[in-house]
Each structure stands twice: as structure tokens, then as C-alpha cells.
């Protein structure tokens, strides 16, 4: 899936830097009629060339449009003006392309939590009771910021991911309260790697922040504003 997105980026990039390229550097038409100023068969008047630019002067000035067959004008553009113009194009072009990447990485991410999702079994009773008792710790030991009590139950890497988050709040004086926390179901996904499980939890609880910095009155304000609300998660 990430091959397939960084090949679609890959060609949008080649086309668009294509496209751009091509009305940069091809050269601009020549504000002259073939033959001279007559058009194809000579004379003043000559016959051919109803849409062939004009280059004679007024005000001392060359003209720098030319009429079509219907009788609209058209402005000739300079390599500058057009180089100018690619340039203010780019920006767009590559905000088109990260739009692009990241619609691409959140459906197949959508895709693949649903395909999880619907892909469980249930979970035995000895490992459930193993997991809860994992998760009530866990999730009573995140509002103090510090997950050094608990850092047994969960694998180094993952701790450290989750007290960066931890340290941040920290920095920022908050506290994530979670109250009223409690399983409604736990589900084993079919396993996509080999001696790994990975268990979704159905949840609901009451989730708010608190900061240090404001009154017990501010808090219990924000504690009031919050509902107790329910939650999947792997």
C-alpha cells in the first residue's frame, strides 16, 4: 500500500513538474505574420492568416496580442512572465500533492482498522482477567503523569511512547483525569504476525484535563463539561 501511494505522488510529481516545464521553456509564438505583414498570399489585404498575430507598432509601441478566427483577442506571455507564473503554480501543486498522500494513508489506514475490527474471536477468560487488570492500572496510573509504577506491564517501547505524551502534559502543568472507567468488552484479533496478540478493548469513561494552574473551581467546571463516553481501541 505505501509502494502504491509513493508511486501516485511520484507520477503527480512528473506530470505536474511536466506540464510546468512545458509552458516554461517552449518558445512563445512570434508576433509576425508569415511573409510579412500581408499573411500567406501577399498584399494589404492578404487571404490567409485570419488568426495570425499582428506585429505592427502604435505609440511607437509593438502590439503584443493577436485576434483569432472569432475576432478575440489573445496576449502573448514572456519566458519571464511565464517562468513567474510556474513559480507561484508550485505551492499549489504541492499542497494538491500532500492532500493527495495523506487522503490516500488515512483510507488504507480506515480500511485496515475496520478490516481488524472484523477480523476477532473471543478471548479466553484467563488472559481477559490478565488484560483487564493490565488496563485498571494502567489508566489509573496515567492522570499523575508518571507510568514508572506500571512500566512492567507494558513493553519498553511503548511506555516510552506513551510517557513522552505524559511528559508533555507535564511541561504544560495538565493532567488527563480519566474517572468512571470500565470494560464493556475485550475481543482477540486474528493474529497478523506470529507469537503477538493484539486485543481490542471496548471501554467507556469519563475523560478531561485539569491544570495546575487555574482554580478547583476552573477544574470542576471542566470535569462537569465532560461526558462519560465509549471507546475502541487495539
Known amino acids: 500500500m505505501v509502494n502504491t ?12 513538474f511536466g ?7 517552449l518558445p512563445s509564438p512570434v508576433a509576425a505574420r508569415a511573409g510579412g505583414s500581408s499573411g500567406g498570399s501577399g498584399g494589404s489585404g492578404g487571404s490567409g492568416g485570419g488568426s495570425s498575430p499582428t506585429s505592427s507598432y502604435v505609440g511607437g509601441r509593438s502590439r503584443d496580442y493577436y485576434y483569432d478566427d472569432a475576432g478575440c483577442r489573445h496576449y502573448y506571455k514572456s519566458p519571464m ?11 499549489f501543486v504541492f499542497v494538491s500533492l500532500g492532500i493527495m498522500i495523506w487522503r490516500k494513508v ?17 478471548l479466553d ?11 485498571y492500572q494502567i489508566e489509573t496510573a496515567w492522570p499523575s ?21 505524559l511528559n508533555r502534559y507535564q511541561r504544560h502543568h495538565k493532567h488527563n483525569q480519566l474517572e468512571s472507567i470500565a470494560i464493556v468488552s475485550t475481543e482477540l484479533l486474528l493474529p497478523e504476525k506470529p507469537n503477538r ?38
Open 81 to 91: 512572465r511565464r517562468l513567474f507564473d510556474s513559480i507561484v503554480t508550485l505551492p
Open 197 to 234: 496478540q493484539d486485543i481490542l478493548v471496548t471501554a467507556q469513561m469519563r475523560d478531561y484535563f485539569t491544570d495546575e494552574r487555574q482554580t478547583a473551581t476552573v477544574n470542576d467546571q471542566r470535569r462537569e463539561a465532560a461526558y462519560i463516553e465509549r471507546f475502541s481501541e487495539i
Open 5 to 16: 501511494i509513493l508511486k501516485e505522488a511520484d507520477l503527480f510529481v512528473r506530470t505536474a
Open 19 to 25: 506540464l510546468i516545464l512545458q509552458s516554461t521553456l
Open 125 to 135: 477468560a484467563e488472559t481477559a482477567a490478565r488484560f483487564e487488570n493490565a488496563f
Open 145 to 165: 503523569n508518571d507510568l514508572s509504577n506500571v512500566a512492567d506491564l507494558m513493553t519498553p517501547h511503548f511506555q516510552h511512547q506513551q510517557q513522552r505524551i
Open 106 to 122: 488515512r483510507d488504507w489506514l480506515t480500511g485496515r482498522r475496520k478490516r481488524a475490527l472484523a477480523d476477532t474471536m473471543p
